[in-house]
């Protein structure tokens, strides 16, 4: 017999820019096809700062998908560009508590559904899985993905209080929480040493084969001896700083300038582009990094399927983070340059694709080296890529093929 799923998820089509979105919509879809009854419960689009109305088209029409009232405090709700402090708790769009919480249980009352899915990072979608779970007892499983709480995050008191709040809820009500790397799993088991094991869940990120089916490399005419090396995505300020890679590059333009010459290095859809402006005037590397807008998904796939490289920036304080493009890049195929932390699950994931140099974002250095065993390595053709046979198991489908089983086991 059908399930009926309720996926509680903010980021969802056509929303731009975040990663988010591909672990919902490929497991979503997965499970329609799968003869699954599934309503995505998410935003009303207004409370996404980027959309594209062309990303709607990626969700199959099997999926229903509810857009409850949501908005954005610090857009919606503020005068001159300040508003209370309130308003961002556990989240800028807390709005969307109220209007999915009745959404929602009007899905429930009407369908029966069997089972609630709600996904970070946005902490508002488990106060609502949290809300309906509790008022009509639905079996309630969190994809918490990554670690709410560590060490120096979050920064503000009150949100580090509701979000540990936040975390007992999960804890005392959820069937399962599923997380997306093995140092996760570790972090909350070391944490709560009195739930079961079978709380736990291990889903990793993967790249979505739908979407690289509907995608093709663009071969650009340029000069055969140029590399471009792609970052395709959000560069967070902290997380993904870039600064050390810009005093490396540097360095490389005044101490190897006939690779620096040959170096293209795009960064694309930062979302901070006005804070890295400067640092790349201040390193005098214009020529080299461009900034460029953010494309819709297929796109983005595309320009890295026709990249020489491709760029992974991840900070230490990430060791328990794998972001999703790291598996899209090993689905692409291509070099990876991956500044990370050795011994973070980041590093862990890219070691596998043969095709990696990996050093430490906060090491000019060491970045430097390993820009230049790059470019000798794709001039002299030493990196084999995975075959697409062994790549598969590190797609979305695969995850959420093993997702399904876990809920037609409940």
């Known amino acids: 017999m059908s399930k009926h799923i309720l996926y509680i998820a903010f980021h969802f089509p056509p929303i731009q820019i975040s990663s988010g979105v591909h672990r919902s919509l490929a497991f979503s879809r997965y499970f329609a096809e799968n003869g699954e009854h599934v309503t995505v419960l998410t935003a009303d689009k207004k409370a996404y700062q980027h959309y594209d109305d062309k990303n709607e ?17 610090a857009r919606h709700f503020s005068i001159r560009k300040r508003y209370f402090g309130f308003l961002a708790l556990p989240d800028r769009w807390q709005s969307w508590i109220f209007g999915a919480f009745f959404s929602g249980l009007k899905i429930i009352l009407k369908q029966k559904q069997d089972v609630i899915i709600s996904t970070y990072p946005i902490a508002s979608a488990h106060i609502i899985g949290y809300l309906l779970h509790k008022i009509t007892g639905t079996t309630w499983i969190a994809d918490l993905r990554d670690p709410m709480l560590q060490k120096e995050y979050p920064e503000s008191k009150a949100n580090k209080k509701i979000f540990s709040w936040i975390e007992r809820k999960l804890i005392k009500h959820c069937k399962h929480i599923i997380l997306t790397s093995p140092g996760a799993v570790a972090l909350y088991k070391e944490r709560y040493p009195d739930v079961p094991s079978s709380v736990w869940q291990l889903f990793p990120n993967g790249y979505d084969e739908k979407l690289f089916s509907q995608a093709q490399a663009n071969e650009t005419h340029k000069n055969a001896k140029d590399i471009c090396l792609v970052h395709s995505g ?12 810009f005093i490396a590059i540097s360095k490389l333009k005044s101490e190897k300038p006939e690779i620096a010459s040959r170096l293209h290095i795009v960064l694309r859809g930062s979302g901070h582009d006005h804070l890295f402006i ?17 494309l819709n998904y297929v796109e983005a796939i595309n320009e890295m399927l026709s990249a020489d490289a491709l760029l992974l920036l991840q900070a230490s304080s990430c060791n328990y983070q ?9 689905r692409v195929q291509k070099p990876i340059l991956a500044l990370t932390d050795a011994e973070g699950d980041t590093a862990d994931l890219i070691k596998q694709s043969n095709m990696a140099e990996i050093a430490p974002l906060n090491n000019s250095e060491m970045i430097l080296e390993s820009i230049i065993k790059l470019v000798y390595s794709i001039d002299n053709n030493c990196y084999q890529a995975l075959p697409l046979e062994q790549i598969v198991k590190f797609s979305r489908q695969y995850q959420a093929e093993k997702l399904h089983n876990l809920i037609l086991q409940l």
């Open 57 to 73: 088209n990626l969700v199959p029409s099997s999926v229903k998908v509810v857009h409850a009232f949501a908005r954005d405090s």
């Open 234 to 245: 959000t560069i967070y300020p902290l997380d993904r700083n870039p600064k050390h890679l």
């Open 278 to 294: 400067p640092m790349i005037k201040e390193c005098n590397i214009q020529d080299i990094v461009s900034l460029q807008p953010s």
């Open 322 to 330: 794998t972001p999703a493009k790291a598996y899209e890049y090993i």
